[in-house]
């Protein structure tokens, strides 16, 4: 589907509220349904990521009823699939489901689309395969095939920061003998931590080591705040379209997803945290952003991992302020639904950007006026799309994005609330 974006001589204004947090979202689904009773979800995400996970769970056994709010019903014990679990383009229902399934007594088959099925699977494959997991890939990607076994705790160092492999391993650990410890270089998001203990399990924290050990999960009622990464769209919009004024409602503000708060910060952005408080383990709370003068940042180190998500969009924002912006230490984003570094490098010269490509980022100078007039891909990738389509707003002359169907896969209502905070 080809997209046409034109510049908006108009600023934002009003008050947004995006779609539930895609990540947790997905591990409540997930959780839930390895308890023994009834749990309800509220404001779960419609996005297919998370749906992805859904249907996994069903076919497992889980009972699930969707209407306004998400019943997991369950008795803690998964069932033998029917059939191959297809994860669609979906790294975070791969990931997590392969720490569950590992420990499991039957065979499964975890598949993607052709996306997926070109990202690295070695990085959970390697702790679940020290765990005593029997798993079957191809060539360490999709697809993986799981036999599984009684695991044991292991005293895992990984040489990256990963939630998705943090989990995968957490879950494992979960229904295995023995206590199993995960360090990571540097804290990664804990959206898992955080709900695994909001449902009893046995686990702790202590640096950027998680600890847990075979543990019982109860059901319970899970409240899904916003998504960080989907604002993060309207938060670089608004800072960058003048006189720009909105408030984004019941955001997660988990201290490993609020990287691109503090970047923007550093660059002069007017952002402030209204209504702080606590839901299911999680701090959230609304943002309030304007149109702001900027100067350029430096993105690197420990606070990658936790704004990874934003890096494009990021790259959007670096577009527009003065001086000279480094992204490093970003080399992970090669492995993500598309290459974003290349990808995000290619379109962004396109429209006028001046943008180097890096092997672990980019460096972008500013401010720079972006003349448009052209078209842009999205390789099949949604925050591209998206970020995109951020660019699109401010560009002299219209822009056409080709594959803009694929920003359904996180954030569906993403063009709508658009509209609404645009239309003053």
């Not at 494959?125 to 044991?152: E, F």
């Not at 702790?204 to 050990?213: D, K, P, R």
């Amino acid at each position: 589907m080809k997209k046409n974006i034109s510049k908006i001589n108009r600023p934002l204004k009003g008050e947004i509220t995006v779609p539930a947090d895609k990540s947790v979202s997905h591990r409540a689904v997930i959780f839930a349904s390895l308890a023994n009773g009834k749990s309800v979800i509220k404001n779960f995400s419609k996005g297919k990521d998370p749906l992805a996970s859904l249907n996994i769970c069903r076919a497992l056994g889980v009972k699930a009823e969707y209407n306004d709010d998400l019943t997991i019903i369950s008795d803690g014990r998964l069932r033998s699939p029917k059939e191959v679990l297809n994860c669609q383009n979906s790294g975070t229902t791969m990931r997590l489901m392969a720490g569950v399934l590992a420990s499991r007594n039957f065979n499964s088959v975890l598949i993607g689309d052709e996306s997926l099925s070109k990202r690295p699977m070695k990085r959970i494959i390697q702790p679940l395969t020290l765990m005593g997991a029997d798993i079957i890939s191809d060539n360490n990607h999709a697809p993986i095939k799981i036999s599984g076994r009684n695991l044991y705790g292991i005293n895992y160092t990984s040489h990256i920061s990963s939630a998705q492999v943090k989990s995968a391993v957490l879950l494992a650990g979960l229904n295995a003998s023995g206590r199993t410890v995960y360090t990571e270089p540097s804290l990664s998001r804990d959206h898992s931590e955080r709900l695994l203990k909001y449902m009893g399990a046995n686990i702790s924290v202590e640096g950027n080591s998680v600890t847990i050990e075979k543990s019982e999960l109860k059901p319970c009622d899970i409240e899904i705040c916003g998504d960080i990464s989907s604002a993060a769209f309207f938060i670089v919009s608004a800072l960058i379209v003048p006189n720009s004024n909105i408030i984004l409602k019941n955001i997660g503000l988990n201290p490993a997803r609020t990287g691109i708060i503090e970047i923007a910060k550093k660059a002069g952005a007017d952002i402030e945290i209204l209504d702080k408080h606590e839901v299911c383990n999680e701090p959230v709370g609304d943002i309030r952003v304007k149109y702001s003068q900027l100067k350029g940042f430096t993105v690197k180190g420990e606070i990658i991992p936790k704004l990874i998500d934003e890096l494009p969009v990021l790259a959007v924002l670096a577009t527009q302020a003065d001086g000279t912006t480094v992204i490093k230490d970003a080399e992970d984003l090669r492995n993500k639904e598309s290459d974003r570094i290349s990808c995000i490098v290619s379109e962004l010269k396109k429209l006028g950007a001046d943008i180097q490509e890096t092997p672990d980022g980019f460096i972008i100078q500013g401010k720079t006026k972006l003349n448009g007039g052209c078209e842009v891909e999205s390789f099949h990738d949604h925050r591209l799309a998206m970020s995109l389509f951020v660019t699109g707003l401010i560009c002299d002359n219209p822009i056409t994005i080709n594959g803009f169907e694929w920003v359904s896969i996180s954030f569906p209502e993403f063009e709508k609330l658009f509209t609404n905070v645009t239309k003053y």
